[in-house]
Every structure is written in C-alpha cells, then in structure tokens.
C-alpha cells in the first residue's frame, strides 16, 4: 500500500482491521473491547473512552452546569478559557452529545497548554494526540489551532470512533488514515491534509513524524511498559534536531487485569529531558456522576507533566527551540 486513504477507503481499511489482533492493546483493553461492534454505522458496547450520552433536556444539562463549577472555577484562571469552553459547547452540539466532563477536561487541558506556551501554541505545526476518545481533544485543537497538522494514534476499534466524531465536526475535512511508510510520507507532503490517523500497531511510523507537541491524558496509564516505551521511543526520534514537547497526564499508578502496574514514574522519563512543569493535575482528581449528583475521587491521583524530550537523533540542522516555558517544578522524580 502506499497511497493514504481517505474517506470511504479509510473507513473500509478500518472496518477491515476491527477484529485484528491490535498487538498495542494491553490486557485492560482486551477487556474493554470485549462487547465493541460496529455494524451498519452503528456502535455497541464502548466502554472505558468516556462517555458520549446524548445532551438530554434541560434539568440534566444544568446538573452537569452546577457539577461543573469547581472545574470552571479553574479555567477562570486561564487566559482562553472562555473561548475554549465555546468551542467545547459548539462541539458538543454538532456531535449531538452532552458537554459533559470528558469534554469540560479536554477545554481544560488546552487553555492550560495556551497559557504555559504562550505564542509558541500558536506556532505549533504538528500535534500529535495518542489515544483520544470521541475525537473530543481531535476536534478541539482542529478548532483552537487551525494552522497545526493533527496526527491521532489509537487502537483501530477506538479509531474508528475518534475519526467518525472528527468527521461529524467537519464533514469537509481533509483527513487520512496512513497505513503505512510510504502512505505517511505521502500524507504529510500533502499541506491540505489537517489530521493523520495512525493504527497502535502502526505506532512505529510516527518516527517519522516531526511532532511539535505530543499529548496523552488518561491513556498511558493503561498499556503496558512496551508500548509506553515505543511512543517515547518514537517521540525521542526526531530528525531535524528540534526537542519535542510532551504533555502527559495519567494516574500515578494503575494494576491492569494481567496484573501488570503501569507507573508514571517508570515511563522512560531521562534525567536531561527539561521538565517545564510536573504536579498532580488540578482537575483531574476528582469526577462527578449525575445521578445522584456527587463528586468522586477517582482511584488514585493524576500527575500531569509537561516536559521537553531529549532526542536520539543526530542534529542535523543547528539545534533550534521554538518552545519556551519556565520551570514550575524540580521535583523530577521520573528519571530511571
Ligand atoms: C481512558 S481512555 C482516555 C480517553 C481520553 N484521552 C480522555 O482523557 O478521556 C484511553 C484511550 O487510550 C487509547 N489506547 C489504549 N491503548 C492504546 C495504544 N496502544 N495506543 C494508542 N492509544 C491507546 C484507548 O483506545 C482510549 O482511547
């Protein structure tokens, strides 16, 4: 193959790869997507990804407004806040679901990523999202970064999901899936093309891939150190001598199903990658259910990071930084 396919061919090429063994899945996801079917444009049993419920009447969408003001209380605090929170709601709206927190999270996220990188967020060229949901963070930094070339990873029965939400968004979009070297080359000489999907068995390919900012929330924490390791890996093998910024944002420590502990301090964090910023993340330590209207730590607490990788691979240009940013704090524990 060495074309990237677009639209219906994308679609087929994804339908095809469902029942395939995804080798990037951990034993976690081989539980969660157990009951996954997709059967005449139709989803059953998506579990672990959020939660796309419809928006409902207006009682239960002031329940999620009232439920939501601990969390807005922190986006007052972040410069583009407001108008993220409208492009969340806008969102929300096109894609016939509640703005519920799966979403509030993502527009938190992004505001907080303005603020810290300043102008440079916008001179972002190539974000690359691994293992979104929904395509919520997808459609969102679509609209909050319009110049910047998205490339989404995720398992292929999770992409499919991810490329039908980004595509209700914008049914113009030009997006391609690139299942191969020559099919990603092809696809990022293209500059019509704004988003790139990439199956986890591909992951590999994303060496290619200069990535500006890599983000992951809630994701890492549930694959196992392989897996963690091939994205830093990928991420660590830039070519044109530029650092990568990468914003990660898991639970301190999970036990998956085989009984393996995915811990954020074992990612292959080293000790001369720059950390901008590293501590528990302000609004994803607690979430809120509806029915009865309550808040609920989750099972244990989330560190966000936002750190600039050292790469692997020669200069070949003179070393170049776009990113600016001051260290928050020292505390860097990561490093093994
Ligand atoms: C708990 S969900 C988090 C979704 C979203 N990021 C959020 O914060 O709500 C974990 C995501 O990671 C994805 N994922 C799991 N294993 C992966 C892998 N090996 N590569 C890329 N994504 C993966 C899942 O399919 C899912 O989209």
């Not at 939660?51 to 986006?75: K, M, T």
């Not at 969340?88 to 679901?97: C, D, L, P």
């Not at 929330?217 to 660590?236: C, H, K, N, W």
């Not at 995915?262 to 001369?272: E, I, V």
């Amino acid at each position: 193959m060495t074309e990237p396919l677009f639209s219906d061919n994308a679609l087929q090429e994804l339908q095809r790869n469902l029942d395939r063994h995804d080798h990037g899945a951990s034993s976690h996801w081989r539980q969660m997507h157990q009951d996954y079917r997709y059967r005449d444009g139709r989803f059953e049993g998506l579990n672990g990804f959020g939660d796309p419920e419809p928006a409902g009447a207006w009682p239960r969408r002031l329940v999620h407004r009232w439920l939501q003001r601990p969390f807005r209380r922190i986006g007052r605090g972040l410069g583009d806040f407001r108008t993220l929170d409208g492009i969340g709601a806008r969102i929300a709206a096109i894609q016939e679901r509640a703005y519920n927190l799966d979403i509030l999270r993502q527009v938190l996220t992004v505001a907080w990523l303005s603020e810290r990188l300043g102008p440079d967020f916008a001179r972002l060229r190539t974000i690359l999202v691994i293992g979104d949901g929904f395509g919520t963070l997808t459609s969102l930094l679509r609209s909050a970064c319009p110049a910047a070339r998205i490339v989404m990873v995720n398992l292929t029965k999770t992409l499919l999901v991810d490329w039908l939400y980004v595509a209700r968004l914008d049914p113009g979009i030009r997006m391609c899936l690139a299942p191969d070297a020559e099919a990603l080359d092809r696809a990022l000489a293209d500059a019509g093309v704004s988003v790139i999907a990439i199956q986890a068995d591909d992951a590999g390919l994303l060496a290619k891939v200069e990535v500006d900012l890599a983000i992951n929330i809630a994701s890492m924490q549930e694959m196992g150190p392989e897996t963690v390791g091939l994205y830093f890996d990928t991420l660590r093998a830039r070519r044109d001598g530029r650092q990568s910024l990468f914003y990660c944002c898991n639970r301190e420590e999970k036990r998956l199903p085989d009984g393996t502990v995915s811990r954020f301090s074992d990612y292959p964090w080293r000790a001369n990658d720059t950390l901008l910023v590293d501590e528990l993340c302000p609004w994803h330590q607690e979430y809120y259910i509806v029915h009865p209207p309550s808040y609920r730590p989750y099972e244990g607490p989330h560190r966000h990071r936002l750190v600039r990788l050292v790469t692997d691979a020669p200069s070949s240009s003179p070393y170049g930084d776009i990113h600016g940013g001051t260290v928050d704090r020292g505390n860097y524990a990561g490093s093994r």
